[in-house]
Structure formats: C-alpha cells, structure tokens
C-alpha cells in the first residue's frame, strides 16, 4: 500500500541541497530547485521555479529504490503523467534524468491536500460541490483515456493555495486498462491502494476492473470531505469488508439527501450497479 502523498504538497520548508551539476544542467533548462517541502524513502518533494513561475519538483533517488518500483511502477507514473492533460490534475512541466537521480517538475499545489482541508471539521456540501465535481470530472477523464488510478484518496486530492482548485496526484499505481493489442479490457490482480479507500473486490484479492474500484475510492474521499471521518474502520479488514457489503453507512450532521444517495451510488458493492464516473456527473446533486 502506498503512503502519504509526496506529490506537490506543501508541507514544510528546510533547505535544499542538490549537486552543483544537476543544479547548473537544470538551471539551462529554466528551472531552479527551491526549499523542501516533504520527503519519503527515496524521493523529496521542493519548491522550485520554472523561470519565474513557482512550481514543484520531486525529485527520485534511484540509488535507494526498489528494482520492482525501477523497472515497473515508475515508467508506468511517469508514462501515465505526461500522458494527462486535465485543470484538475497535477500536470507535469517537465522530466529530467541527471545520473541517479530523476526531476520531475509539476505543478504546486500551496493549499495542502483534503485531509489538511478538514482539520477545522467537515466542508459544507456547498463548497464541496466545486472541489468534488472538479476531480470527478478528472477521473471521468483519466477513464475515458485507458487509464486507472488505483490510490484514489483524501491525501491524493491536492488545493490550491485559495482552496477553490483541487487536483488528482500521485499516480504511482496507475496502469492502463486495456491491452495494446486486442484493445480487450485487462484487470488488475494487484492489490494497491490505502485500505481504507479500496473497494470490496480489491479486498477480496480477486481480479478486478480497476476503473470501478476508482470510483468507490472517490466515494470515500466524499464522504471524507462532508463527514469529516472515514465510513469504514480499516483496523480490521475482515470486519471492514463486512460493512462494506452489507452497506453499513453512518452519516454524521445534516447532509442533504441527494448527497447521501451519490456517495451510496459511489460505494455500492456490486459492482454492476455501482456508478461510473461519467453517470456520476450527472447525478441531481450537481445540478
């Protein structure tokens, strides 16, 4: 499973040591690495500028991954990045691959992500709305291109600095879903993703079409924002599961009830009856 997001988030700000090399090559290419912002086990997120546009870079040390991530998930990020065009998705400026070490320079997001959002208590389904129709409308996106997301969560939804934008990050376990040949459907069998977003035909380690996970994690994020708390307790992931499909949904304030009927339509556990994105959008909650 994956971990917090490092992807574009400001978070902290201490002082940036890249080689003098790497930061001359990239200084000819009109970017300059700024303060850190927040770093994992091998790659470190800073502010940095594209002339005089701020924007972020992650930067990944090769040196201390993994070959698996190397050689499979890491072309698949950096494939289904620059592939995705969309206002509501991290979008990437540029890549750069100096000896061990890769830049990928992308947009910034100053204004954290949905969980630094709800710290103060639940957003109102008014402000909501146009954060929640924004990203869904990204993955609607992301869908009609071929591609899954797979890590669809509150720490994945990043904001501007206003707070009035939020924008899809961290495709780390995205993977197209359809062979390149046959143009036939592929299902994932991996299981990925943070355990309390995943869909019950991921925790059931079955093969499944990624694509319809993505909308129930998209649910959850939802629910997150106007709840202000996760629907499902993932401390035991039997019993979670168990809830899951018995449709076991508490609600806490006073939400609208076309709010409560998408978020049901997003985690309902069969998944034929469950929403496309696209059938998503068109729900009386928008409107």
Known sequence: MSGKSEIAKTNSSVATNIPALDAELLKKKGFKVGQQLNSGSFSTVCR???GTTPVAVKIIDLSKTSEDYKNRFLPRELYTMTKLKHPN??????????????????DLADGGDILDLIKNGAVSEVKAKPLYKGVADALKYIHSKGFAH?????????????????????????RTCFDNKTGTRV????YCGS???????VLKITPYNPM?????SMGIVLYVMVNNRLPFSDKNLRQ????????????????TDA????????????????YTMAQVLEHRWFK
Not at 212 to 216: R, T
Not at 259 to 274: A, M, T, V, Y
């Open 48 to 50: 940095a500028t594209k």
């Open 89 to 106: 998705i991290i979008g990437i400026h540029d890549i750069f691959t100096i000896g061990n070490r890769i830049y990928v320079f992308m």
């Open 150 to 174: 797979r890590d669809i969560k509150s720490e994945n939804i990043l904001l501007n600095k206003t707070r009035t934008v939020a924008k899809i990050a961290d495709f780390g376990f995205s």
């Open 187 to 190: 299902l994932s069998a991996t």
């Open 195 to 201: 355990a309390a977003y995943v869909a019950p035909e």
């Open 212 to 216: 319809i996970s993505d909308v129930w």
């Open 240 to 255: 979670m599961l168990k809830q899951q499909l018995d449709r076991n949904i508490e609600y806490t304030g006073a939400l």
């Open 259 to 274: 709010c409560k009927d998408l978020i049901g339509k997003h985690l309902e556990p069969n998944i034929q009856q469950r």
